[in-house]
């Protein structure tokens, strides 16, 4: 089993309150407002931490990802990117 599925069968035997926490950790670690990428629709809507929540509101424009350089793609085991436009890593493993 690699990392991110440890991760999310770790985190489904979490209660609602350690996951709401750790989502908001995950989120004060998110580096999309430092992306070439990410607009300012995006940051109207306080849109982040796509890895997690899925495909952006927005209508986005692909100009890079630094999402293999944030840290939650190392502490989660993270393997894809463009999750703004993508969608989350469980969608993008059909989980
Ligand atoms: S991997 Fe990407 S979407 Fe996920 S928290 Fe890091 S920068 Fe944000
Ligand atoms: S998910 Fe990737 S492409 Fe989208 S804003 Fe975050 S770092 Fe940039």
């Known amino acids: 089993m690699d990392k991110f599925m440890e991760t999310a069968k770790k985190m ?13 950790k995950n ?3 998110c580096i999309c407002a430092k992306c070439p990428t990410y607009n300012s629709c995006m940051k109207e809507k306080n849109e982040l931490l796509f890895c997690s929540t899925g495909k ?9 990802c630094i999402c293999p350089t944030c840290p939650v793609t190392a502490m989660m085991g993270l393997t894809h990117a463009y999750y703004c ?11």
């Open 27 to 29: 989120r004060s670690m």
């Open 56 to 64: 952006s509101a927005c209508s986005v424009e692909m100009k890079a």
């Open 12 to 24: 489904e035997q979490m209660s609602p309150e350690a996951k709401k926490q750790m989502m908001t």
């Open 85 to 95: 436009v993508k969608g989350s890593e469980k969608e993008l493993r059909r989980m």
